[in-house]
C-alpha cells in the first residue's frame, strides 16, 4: 500500500538496556529539562528527563539537537546515554521527514483526471450513503475528498472527517478493473478481510488503524488513519538509514510483526511501501489485503502465489497458502538490506554485503539478514523474538 507498492560499533553492551517512559509528571518546560539532565542528579529523575524529552518530539516540539550531543557525550551513566541516544535519533528521523509528504499530491490534474477522479469520489459518495441508509450520509461525515494514489485493485483517497477534523484515509475497491479478473470473488473477499482485520482484530501501536468499514451491493471501502510521512520506501529511495535510524525503526517493527503473529496473521507481504511513517517517526505496518488468517480456514482452499517480488520467500511464491511467520521474517530481511543500502535486492542476486562505519557492526548485520533470507525456512530465525534479540545486540 502506498496509501501501495507495485506488487516489488560504538562499543557494544552484554545486555541491551531496556526502554524507560517517563513515570511521573516532568516539567515540558526544555531548558528545566536540559538542566536537570545537566545537573547530575539521581539516574530515575534524568531517566524521566529523558523519557520526557521523547514524549515532546511526538508532540512536535522543537528538541535542541546539539545540546542533547553534548549531554550524551558527557554523561556516565549507560541507562541515561541510551536514554539520550534515542532522542538524537528520533530528532535525526524527524529531519528526514521534514520535507512535506504530500506535495507530490499538488499536480494540476488534466480535464479528463478530474473527471475520472469525479467519477469515482461520486460513486464512493454514492456507496457510503447505500451503507447508512440516507442520502447525503457522507457528506455529512466527510469533506475536502481528494484521489491521492491508486494501488492494485483500490482507489485510495484523502478526506477530512468533519466530526474531530481528522484527516483520514479511505481507500475504495474499483470493481471495474476486477472484472477483468476471473478471482474477482476472491479479491472482494481478501478486500472484506483487510477491513474485518483492521477494524476487529488488530489493535496495536505499530499497525495502522482502521476506522470504519462498509459494503453495499458488493461494493466496498475502509476507512483507515493517515500516515502524513508518506512510506518508508519513498524515505529510503537514494538515501539508505544511518545503523541508528535503521535500528530503531527495524525494533518498531519486529514488534508490529511480533503482535500479529501472536494473533494467529500471517502479513505475507512486508516491504518498505506497506510501512508508512507518521508524523513522529513512528513506522505502521500496512496492506492486509494479502494476510493469512490462521483462525480462518477458508483461505487455505485454493493454492496461489502471493506476496511482492523480490521480497516474498521461495515457499510463499510456490503456495502461499503454506505461509507461515518465517516467510514474514524473509521479507523482513528483504526489507532490512533496502533500508540499509537504498537498493532491492532482486531474487536470485548475488548477496552484496551491506557496508556500515565499523566491520563488526557490519558483521553482525550481515549475518542477521541472511539468515532472514536463507532459502530453506529451517536456517532462518524460527520466531521474531529471536530475531529482534539478535538485532537488539548489535551496535
Known amino acids: 500500500m502506498e496509501q501501495e507498492r507495485s506488487t516489488r560499533l560504538v562499543g557494544s553492551i552484554s545486555k541491551p538496556a531496556e526502554k524507560y517512559t517517563a513515570s511521573n509528571p516532568v516539567t515540558s518546560d526544555l531548558s528545566a529539562l536540559y538542566e536537570i539532565l545537566r545537573s547530575g542528579q539521581d539516574v530515575k529523575t534524568r531517566l524521566d528527563a529523558a523519557a520526557y524529552l521523547l514524549k515532546l518530539i511526538d508532540e512536535d516540539r522543537e528538541i535542541d539537537g546539539e545540546t542533547i550531543t553534548v549531554l550524551y557525550n558527557s554523561e556516565k551513566d549507560i541507562a541515561v546515554a541510551t536514554a539520550l541516544k534515542r532522542v538524537l535519533n528520533k530528532i535525526r528521523i524527524r529531519r528526514k521527514l521534514s520535507k512535506d509528504p504530500t506535495a507530490s499530491f499538488d499536480r494540476k490534474l488534466s480535464p479528463e483526471e478530474t473527471l475520472k477522479?469525479?467519477?469515482?469520489?461520486?460513486?464512493?459518495?454514492?456507496?457510503?450513503?447505500?451503507?447508512?441508509?440516507?442520502?447525503?450520509?457522507?457528506?455529512?461525515?466527510?469533506?475536502?475528498?481528494?484521489?491521492?494514489?491508486?494501488?492494485?485493485?483500490?482507489?485510495?483517497?484523502?478526506?477530512?472527517?468533519?466530526?474531530?477534523?481528522?484527516?483520514?484515509?479511505?481507500?475504495?475497491?474499483?470493481?471495474?478493473?476486477?472484472?477483468?479478473?476471473?478471482?474477482?470473488?476472491?479479491?472482494?473477499?481478501?478486500?472484506?478481510?483487510?477491513?474485518?482485520?483492521?477494524?476487529?482484530?488488530?489493535?496495536?501501536?505499530?499497525?495502522?488503524?482502521?476506522?470504519?468499514?462498509?459494503?453495499?451491493?458488493?461494493?466496498?471501502?475502509?476507512?483507515?488513519?493517515?500516515?502524513?510521512?508518506?512510506?518508508?520506501?519513498?524515505?529510503?529511495?537514494?538515501?539508505?538509514?544511518?545503523?541508528?535510524?535503521?535500528?530503531?525503526?527495524?525494533?518498531?517493527?519486529?514488534?508490529?510483526?511480533?503482535?500479529?503473529?501472536?494473533?494467529?496473521?500471517?502479513?505475507?507481504?512486508?516491504?518498505?511501501?506497506?510501512?508508512?511513517?507518521?508524523?513522529?517517526?513512528?513506522?505502521?505496518?500496512?496492506?492486509?489485503?494479502?494476510?493469512?488468517?490462521?483462525?480462518?480456514?477458508?483461505?487455505?482452499?485454493?493454492?496461489?502465489?502471493?506476496?511482492?517480488?523480490?521480497?516474498?520467500?521461495?515457499?510463499?511464491?510456490?503456495?502461499?497458502?503454506?505461509?507461515?511467520?518465517?516467510?514474514?521474517?524473509?521479507?523482513?530481511?528483504?526489507?532490512?538490506?533496502?533500508m540499509l543500502t537504498s537498493r532491492i535486492l532482486k531474487d536470485g542476486e548475488i548477496y552484496r554485503p551491506v557496508a556500515l562505519d565499523d566491520k563488526s557492526c557490519s558483521d553482525a548485520v550481515n549475518a542477521l539478514i541472511l539468515k532472514c533470507i536463507a532459502h530453506k525456512r529451517e536456517d532462518r530465525w524460527q520466531d521474531i523474538d529471536d530475531l529482534e534479540e539478535a538485532l537488539k545486540r548489535i551496535g
Open 117 to 338: 477522479v469525479q467519477k469515482e469520489i461520486d460513486r464512493l459518495r454514492s456507496l457510503y450513503d447505500k451503507v447508512n441508509g440516507q442520502k447525503g450520509a457522507f457528506d455529512q461525515k466527510y469533506h475536502r475528498l481528494e484521489k491521492i494514489g491508486e494501488g492494485g485493485m483500490a482507489g485510495i483517497f484523502r478526506a477530512i472527517r468533519h466530526q474531530d477534523n481528522q484527516i483520514v484515509v479511505i481507500k475504495f475497491l474499483l470493481l471495474e478493473k476486477l472484472s477483468r479478473f476471473a478471482e474477482k470473488d476472491r479479491l472482494i473477499s481478501r478486500f472484506r478481510r483487510e477491513g474485518e482485520l483492521l477494524i476487529k482484530r488488530l489493535q496495536h501501536p505499530g499497525i495502522i488503524e482502521g476506522y470504519e468499514y462498509g459494503e453495499a451491493d458488493g461494493e466496498h471501502f475502509i476507512v483507515l488513519e493517515y500516515m502524513a510521512g508518506g512510506s518508508l520506501e519513498k524515505m529510503i529511495a537514494g538515501k539508505p538509514l544511518d545503523f541508528p535510524i535503521f535500528k530503531e525503526m527495524a525494533l518498531q517493527l519486529c514488534d508490529a510483526v511480533r503482535y500479529i503473529h501472536g494473533q494467529g496473521i500471517i502479513h505475507r507481504d512486508i516491504n518498505p511501501g506497506n510501512v508508512l511513517i507518521a508524523n513522529s517517526s513512528h513506522l505502521k505496518l500496512a496492506d492486509f489485503g494479502l494476510a493469512k488468517d490462521k483462525k480462518d480456514a477458508r483461505i487455505s482452499r485454493f493454492s496461489y502465489s502471493a506476496g511482492t517480488d523480490d521480497f516474498a520467500s521461495p515457499q510463499q511464491l510456490a503456495d502461499a497458502r503454506n505461509a507461515d511467520e518465517r516467510d514474514d521474517i524473509f521479507s523482513l530481511g528483504k526489507t532490512f538490506y533496502e
